[in-house]
């Protein structure tokens, strides 16, 4: 059984079928960039189950798992040019990677500190916990990038929670009003926590949405990361060229729970997610590649191992560097401190042991 | 020049328009109307419907899309029609512009300006005469002014437009029409943080701000006549953050505060600036600080709002409380 | 060997029930290995390992309770300093928070039971506390029964006329100044049948106070000299018309401070501060000077603030409120506080030379005697020069005599030389 519903006469765009044939036309990506974007899924899977790992030893803040979604979380920033921006929640974490943000910068913020050397030439926005509010930032910096005459493109995403807010909808009448060369996208895993998708919304699709906004609208197999990065790619290219905002809906399924907080079994039947994990996206990828002799098991296994030391060492980093000062707040409140500012930080800096 | 404060803040931005080619106006209604109140009058045919825009209505995506263009690089000005609106588009103005450079641990910054009129006294309906300031004295990152004059209307807009992080501008409504002032028609700028005095004076302090400072001058007059006293009315221009030094020292020459405002009580800009004679000057108190201020009940109807506001009386009663012995 | 203690698996855990052990002690273990399932009210959770290694003991066995924090297993990891995995770090690096503060909190109050609160406002009790004033003895002049200042002024008025016995003094002005242990004696009155006794209150309990924490903390010593005033008089001369134009009284305190303030700039360790506790010199980065001042209950010293921003001028203006207000007793407390450096004339009663006391926390002060004309020798020969005598005394915890001789030494050459001001003026 699946959650997913679909709109009778539009189906999702497809290019591997769940045992990684090819079903539609393959996307124009040498094999190296095949190989980089099977190495990004995997590099997002090991982070995200090391988080966990981490949360539950005391040692990581609340996370929300990727498992399942590195396709849609990987192909939504694939395409995108290093000027292009991308805003995003806290479900597309290997997104940022893809972007070039450095894997422990990430990590040391789920010490439950903010990294103080973020790289802002990354164009990525910090992690968005204010549920749909990003949507909007994507289309001001698409607005702003139609304005200034510059060739980029914003990419925002949300979740299938997030279609509710009214900022999301908001978002899409400012992108059609401006033709403002923003995708915007809706990354349907199935549920907003432990609500259903078919409560989320009456209607049977996300994509169509677009309709009512007039802006054209995309659904794809989230668990295919051809497909995925194939429409993201053409949206972005229409996009860049003038043509304007697309919303593309990427259909995928949530399978570890909605954040280390949350006990998924409470409210889902497991059947269904056995069912998804059939449809896996790492899984359906690899049988493509190894059956292009693009990837044999033994590389697989060796991608695995390194992507696994290469998270463990991210860690290893980010725990080394400093913690963030008790009194560092007050430097990013604004630009300069009031008087009033510096007394509060003074304050605060007595009741510091500044010897531990 | 003569200017009204609508003519004073056009000129503002038709100067801000000019000379920084990243500025860009948005809002409701403020291109070919030119504002509900005029206050972007010809600024769209002067300058071009890619920098003076019309958005549709939508608070919250006004200042979210005003968000992603300051990041990226644009100073946007974007206007709320009416401060009570303000509510609708909380979320992005308080948990994403005035956090952004928080969040990103300064990465990226939001240097946004939200202009937006508000103030009672002048028979509009709901929502519309509602004073909001007390609930921004909790947000922090985000700074407030509510300019008085024309002059200072102008000075203040060159200096929120020059910040680097969100300013949100309150206009009142009131005062957009109702006096002319000597205005320079070039290019100035008025220090935001920093309160002015108005009026000297030795026996009492009155702290105000927008509308509420011709009250507090015609209350200070009536006082110089029936009884001599020598009252000191200071203008706080930037509720937030407050002047405290001008607060403090003001209080420890005369030892005796009013603050006057049209926003509720609770909470407000009085019961700061009182914590902050407190904290500063108590041991220069002579008598309690006395709040002059709307009641703690909502804006009432046109019919009856002439009741809730501050007047020259209620700031005098208020006067001839603080000078008892 | 390393310990693992049940973690806060979030949300404001307390405590959770241990479900099942999936390891036993002797067991070799991966890294992330899951371990063992335990059950919060929210959910049954699995933890996986945290390091590589060999089980040695599990501490809390299933189905028993465990609280968030309590030891779970114990692990032997084959580098125990360094772990082969990641090992946790200590607490997530946060810093060690006292709950106390470093300064002391205010003196609490204690109110007698059963007693009424006098009425007064907070300048009231301000002022009755400096005077030194029992508010409860004070009547009321008003029918609500608040205390004015009025009220206390009154009081106050009728309680100065100590009974005989004390100091007689013969300048005019009374005699206390910084301390100044001077050659003048009070001279004794005739003898008395008995003692009176007189308790230090007000501002006099305060001085003493100062006094006692200045000379117990700093070791001073004192650097005597003296200056040719000569083009110091000249110049005073030529600008005291000029001054009286603009409505200001001007002595020669303003222009010894404004020749003050290069030296401070050059000599930054007399515009500092010692941080006893820390143990830290404290450049102060402002120069507020204090300048000692006679009022009739004691030595206050009223502070010119951001002295190095004011012209002539205003020194000279500003100095002639602050005294005046430090006579009447009207300053507030930043004026009277916040100085860096003081200076102390004590030319002003006629004294010539001492020992000033250092004004604690600052780390020098400088007396300056009255200028008047003195047989000095130059070139062998003994002629009258207008000289004003000088004494420094400086906290020699952080300025050695050295030093204190190179500042006097550059004051002189200033004092001497004012023209040579014009070199810095912007």
Redesign the interface.
């Known amino acids: 059984m699946t959650i997913q519903q679909v709109e009778p006469g539009l189906v999702p765009y497809q290019v591997l079928d769940i045992e990684g044939n090819l079903v539609g036309e393959l996307p124009d990506l040498s094999p190296e960039r095949m190989l980089s974007l099977y190495r990004f899924m995997q590099l997002g899977r090991a982070f995200s189950n090391k988080i966990i790992a981490l949360q539950r030893q005391g040692r990581a803040t609340t996370f929300g798992s990727l498992a399942g979604q590195e396709a849609t979380a990987v192909g939504v920033a694939a395409p995108l040019q290093p000027q292009d921006?991308l805003?995003t929640s806290y479900r597309e974490i290997a997104s940022l990677f893809v972007k070039g943000v450095p894997v422990p910068t990430v990590a040391y913020s789920f010490r439950g500190f903010?990294?103080?050397?973020?790289?802002?030439e990354t164009h990525c926005?910090?992690v968005q916990i204010?549920i749909a509010?990003q949507?909007?930032?994507?289309?001001?910096?698409?607005?702003?990038?139609k304005?200034?005459g510059d060739p980029v493109v914003?990419v925002g995403v949300c979740g299938d929670g997030a279609t509710s807010e009214?900022?999301f909808n908001?978002?899409l009448?400012?992108a059609g009003?401006y033709q403002a060369p923003a995708v915007l996208v809706v990354q349907n895993n199935g549920w907003a926590i432990s609500v259903p998708r078919h409560k989320q919304s009456a209607a049977q699709t996300f994509a169509t949405r677009g309709a009512g906004f007039g802006v054209p609208f995309e659904l794809v197999d989230g668990n295919d990361i051809l497909a995925v990065y194939d429409s993201m790619h053409k949206a972005v290219e229409r996009a860049r060229s003038g043509q304007g905002p697309t919303l593309v809906e990427t259909l995928t399924y949530r399978i570890g729970a909605h954040t280390t907080a949350d006990d998924p079994t409470r409210y889902r039947d497991p059947a269904e997610v056995e069912a998804w994990r059939a449809k896996d996206p790492i899984a359906r990828f690899q049988k493509f590649l190894t059956r292009r002799n693009l990837l044999t098991e033994e590389h697989a296994q060796q991608i695995v191992a390194e992507v696994e030391e290469e998270v463990n060492e991210a860690v290893r980093i980010a725990e080394a560097m400093p913690s963030m000062a008790p009194d560092?707040?007050f430097?990013?409140?604004?630009?300069n401190l009031?008087?009033?500012?510096q007394a509060q930080r003074a304050d605060l800096l007595r009741y510091v042991d500044r010897k531990s | 020049m003569q200017m009204t404060m609508i003519e004073a803040l056009n000129s503002a931005l038709a100067l801000e328009l000019e000379r920084d080619q990243r500025i860009?106006l948005l809002g409701q209604d403020i291109g070919p109307n030119g504002g509900v109140f005029r206050v972007t009058e010809h600024l769209q045919r002067k300058f071009g419907e890619?920098?003076v825009f019309d958005?549709?209505l939508?608070e919250?995506?006004i200042?979210?899309?005003?968000?992603?263009?300051?990041?990226?690089?644009?100073r946007p000005i974007a206007e709320i029609q009416f401060a009570g609106f303000l509510f609708v588009c909380m979320?992005?103005l308080v948990?994403?512009a005035a956090r952004i450079?928080?969040?990103?641990?300064?990465?990226?910054?939001c240097p946004l300006v939200v202009r937006a009129p508000y103030g009672g006294g002048v028979r509009t309906p709901e929502m519309h005469p509602d004073s909001l300031e007390g609930v921004f004295l909790q947000t922090?990152?985000l700074?407030v002014v509510i300019p008085s004059n024309p002059y200072d209307a102008k000075g203040l807009l060159a200096s929120a437009v020059d910040?680097?992080?969100p300013v949100l501008f309150l206009e009142n409504i009131k005062l957009y029409r109702s006096f002319r002032q000597e205005t320079p028609e070039e290019y100035y700028s008025v220090p935001l943080?920093k309160a002015k005095t108005v009026q000297e004076g030795t026996d009492a302090s009155i702290f105000a701000y927008g509308a509420m400072v011709n009250v507090a001058l015609e209350a200070a007059k009536q006082a110089q006549q029936e009884a001599g006293t020598s009252v000191e009315v200071i203008d706080l221009r930037t509720v937030w953050?407050?002047d405290?030094?001008a607060i403090a020292s003001s209080v420890?020459k005369t030892?005796r505060a009013i603050v006057v405002h049209e926003a509720p009580r609770a909470g407000g800009i009085g019961a700061e600036v009182t914590a902050i004679i407190n904290e500063h000057?108590?041991?220069?108190?002579?008598?309690p600080v006395e709040r002059v201020t709307g009641y703690d009940a909502p804006y009432p109807v046109p019919g009856l709002e002439d009741y809730y506001l501050p007047t020259p009386a209620k700031v005098l009663t208020a006067l001839r409380q603080v000078m008892e012995? | 060997m390393q310990e693992f203690k049940l973690p806060d698996l979030g949300e404001g855990m307390q405590e959770a029930e241990v479900v099942q052990w999936l390891i036993k002690p002797g067991d070799t273990i991966k890294l992330d290995q899951t371990m063992v399932q335990v059950e919060t009210d929210k959910a049954i959770v699995e933890i996986p390992s945290p390091v590589a290694g060999r089980v040695t003991e599990i501490r809390v066995q299933d189905g028993q309770v465990a609280k968030v924090g309590e030891i779970l297993v114990i692990f032997e990891t084959p580098d125990a300093a360094n772990g082969g995995g990641s090992t946790p770090a200590k607490n997530s690096g946060s810093a060690v928070v006292t709950t106390e503060a470093v300064h002391t909190p205010s003196p609490a109050v204690q109110n007698p039971p059963a007693k009424q609160r006098v009425l007064a406002?907070?300048?009231?009790?301000?002022l009755a506390f400096e005077l030194g004033v029992d508010l409860e003895q004070v009547t009321s002049?008003?029918p609500n029964g608040?205390v004015?200042?009025d009220d206390v002024r009154a009081y106050a008025g009728k309680a100065t006329h100590p009974a005989a016995g004390v100091a007689a003094e013969e300048a005019e002005q009374p005699m206390p100044q910084s301390g100044l242990a001077s050659a003048q004696k009070p001279e004794q009155a005739v003898a008395l049948a008995q003692d009176e006794r007189q308790p230090l209150t007000g501002l006099r309990k305060r001085i003493a106070e100062h006094m006692e924490r200045s000379w117990r903390i700093i070791p001073h010593a004192t650097a005597f000299d003296e200056v040719d005033g000569e083009a110091l008089a000249a110049l005073r001369e030529a600008l005291k018309p000029v001054a009286e134009k603009q409505g200001v009284r001007l002595t020669y305190i303003p222009l010894l401070i404004k020749l003050l303030i290069p030296l401070l700039k050059e000599f930054p360790i007399f515009n500092a501060s010692l941080d006893d506790e820390r143990r830290e010199i404290v450049y102060k980065r402002s120069y507020h000077v204090g300048v000692a001042t006679a009022s009739p209950e004691g030595l206050l010293v009223p502070v010119l603030r951001n002295a190095d921003r004011l012209t002539l001028l205003e020194i000279a203006s500003k100095l002639e409120r602050l005294v005046e207000g430090a006579r009447k007793r009207t300053l507030?407390?930043?004026e009277l506080s916040g100085s860096t450096f003081t200076l102390n004339n004590v030319g002003s009663f006629g004294g010539s030379s001492g020992t000033p006391i250092i004004n604690h926390p600052e780390v020098a002060i400088l007396a300056v005697g009255k200028l008047q004309d003195k047989a000095v020798v130059q070139h062998g020969a003994v002629i009258v020069r207008p000289i004003m005598p000088l004494a420094l005394s400086f906290d020699h915890r952080v300025i050695d005599g050295a030093m204190a001789g190179a500042f006097l030494a550059r004051f002189k050459e200033l004092v001497e030389n004012p023209q040579q001001l014009m070199l810095d003026m912007v």
């Open positions: 921006w805003t903010t990294p103080e050397n973020w790289p802002s926005l910090p204010v509010t949507m909007l930032h994507a289309v001001g910096l698409a607005m702003a990038a304005i200034a914003a009214g900022d908001e978002a009448n400012f009003v560092s707040f430097d990013y409140t604004t630009a009031t008087p009033r500012l | 860009v890619e920098r958005t549709p939508s919250s995506a200042i979210g899309s005003s968000i992603g263009m300051a990041i990226y690089g644009l979320n992005q948990s994403q450079r928080y969040r990103s641990a300064g990465a990226y910054t922090p990152g700074k910040d680097p992080d943080g953050p407050l405290e030094e420890e030892g000057c108590l041991y220069s108190l002579l008598k012995p | 406002a907070p300048a009231v009790r301000k002049s008003q608040r004015t200042i507030s407390l930043p």
